[in-house]
């Protein structure tokens, strides 16, 4: 199993960047398929990005990327011109296989506690 642990989270004004880290325990963290989150007040939790080689909403394209470095059991999401709505809740995700539907919450097994990112205008 693999546990997941966000961090980076935090105020930002519009324009700027800001990088999320995911710290992983488990032996097979390589072989997990990660893919970011995220949930907005009032809203549905969203796909963001997942995987190695790298999917993205249309909302994030050409922003945000998806990178990871396995031994330090770490995926990171790194976040360039940010948009106030961009404000949401951010959260990786693990799943022990990979799957065409890397976009669904239900092809991911396991969860990280989220971590706050906040645009301001």
């Known amino acids: 199993q693999v546990q997941l642990v966000e961090s980076g989270g935090g105020l930002v004004q519009a324009g700027g960047s800001l990088r999320l880290s995911c710290a992983a325990s488990?032996?097979?963290?390589?072989?997990?398929?990660m893919g970011w989150f995220r949930q907005a007040p009032g809203k549905e939790r969203e796909f963001v990005a997942a995987?190695?080689?790298?999917y993205y909403a249309d909302s994030v394209k050409g922003r945000f990327t998806i990178s990871r470095d396995n031994a330090k059991n770490t995926v990171y999401l790194q976040m360039t011109k940010l948009k106030p709505e961009d404000t949401a809740v951010y959260f990786c995700?693990?799943?022990?296989?990979?799957?065409?539907?890397?976009?669904?919450?239900?092809?991911?097994?396991?969860w990280g506690q989220g971590t706050q990112v906040t645009v301001s205008s």
């Open positions: 488990g032996r097979t963290f390589s072989s997990y398929f």
């Open positions: 995700a693990a799943a022990r296989r990979a799957s065409g539907s890397y976009y669904l919450i239900r092809s991911y097994d396991y």
């Open positions: 995987g190695d080689s790298t």
